[in-house]
């Protein structure tokens, strides 16, 4: 069984930074791929990036390329989400999510992954 758990989140200024965390419980954490989700309460949860295995390349949202970076941490079994440059429209709830190897044609797709944490909250503040 796999389990996530996000922190991190909070209340920051438009231009300002945050870093998440997502702590990996279970098996094969190296094998598995992680990604990051965001969901403004009302609306479909929004990809914003995911990985299949370190080593391999990222993929990002068009609306955080370049400002966001997703890494993950094999020692600690954490993923990580580090925001830079936030807008007010990056205000959300983010969840991470986890699932066996996914083809890339999947790595955008909700439904596509088993495991979710319970999210944590970004506000930022124009």
């Known amino acids: 069984q796999v389990e996530l758990a996000e922190s991190g989140g909070g209340l920051v200024p438009a231009g300002g930074s945050l870093r998440l965390s997502c702590k990996v419980s279970?098996?094969?954490?190296?094998?598995?791929?992680l990604a990051w989700f965001r969901q403004i309460p009302g609306k479909e949860r929004e990809f914003v990036a995911s990985?299949?295995?370190?080593?391999?390349?990222?993929y990002y949202a068009d609306s955080v390329k370049g400002r966001f970076t997703m890494s993950r941490d094999s020692a600690e079994n954490a993923l990580y989400l580090q925001m830079d440059s936030l807008k007010p429209e990056d205000t959300a709830d983010y969840y991470c999510?986890?699932?066996?190897?996914?083809?890339?044609?999947?790595?955008?797709?909700?439904?596509?992954?088993?495991?979710w944490g319970r999210g944590t909250q970004v506000t930022v503040s124009s």
């Open positions: 990985n299949r295995r370190r080593g391999e390349n990222t």
């Open positions: 279970g098996p094969a954490f190296t094998s598995y791929t």
């Open positions: 999510a986890a699932n066996r190897r996914l083809i890339l044609s999947a790595l955008g797709l909700p439904h596509m992954y088993n495991y």
